[in-house]
């Protein structure tokens, strides 16, 4: 009688372990998807505030006068392909999260070559509202930058708890996935060429 009250009690244990073990890896796999799924939208949320920017100082440089339409067009294109190039966070896949850096990488360019243009313009330049407007965009730069090294760290250390040991046994049998990482613009590998003329 001893031994099978002995038996039932290891066996009690054991299955609350492996309970344990499940339940413990399955909720730590949950926290980091919601992590992830947090930091995407702080992603999101900074790359909005720029398409918001760019409206502004769209209707600003409108206002002056025989500006190049030209280059305003392929800002207000690029950030119309820009909006139309949604991710769901729970579909981030690397060809997605392609598509929508490819999107906002041409957005950004438009947007430099608008401003540059707009450097040729000495009464627009003068104008406190496109000053303010160049400074908060150069600002959201500076914090999409810094969301999209957030994100990547945070997507680094779910993707790493995925795939170790037993984890990795347990994350496909409950459908958890790698999320890809943002990566360095086209280009960005090269320094810029300053010539002086």
Do not use: C
């Not at 430099?112 to 496109?130: D, G, H, I, K, M």
């Amino acid at each position: 009688m001893k031994r099978s009250w002995i038996i039932i009690i290891v066996i009690v244990v054991v299955l609350f372990i492996i309970y344990r073990l499940f339940a413990g890896t399955y909720n730590s796999m949950v926290m980091r998807q919601e992590n992830v799924n947090k930091a995407w939208s702080g992603v999101l949320t900074v790359y909005q505030r720029r398409l918001d920017l760019i409206d502004n100082l769209v209707a600003t440089v409108k206002g002056a006068a025989n500006f190049e339409q030209q280059t305003l067009t392929k800002v207000i294109e690029a950030r119309a392909n820009a909006t139309q190039t949604r991710i769901d966070a729970n579909n981030l896949t690397p060809e997605a999260l392609a598509k929508f850096q490819a999107a906002q990488g041409q957005l950004g360019s438009a947007m430099s070559r608008l401003l540059v243009v707009a450097e040729q313009y000495p009464q627009l330049r003068a104008t406190q509202n496109f000053s303010d407007l160049q400074a908060q965009i150069e600002g959201s730069e500076n914090r999409i930058a810094v969301e999209r090294q957030r994100f990547n760290d945070i997507a680094q250390d779910y993707n790493t708890y995925i795939r170790t040991f037993p984890q990795n046994m347990l994350a496909g049998m409950y459908g958890f996935q790698q999320k890809p990482y943002f990566e360095a613009e086209k280009g960005a590998e090269h320094a810029p060429k300053v010539k002086f003329d």
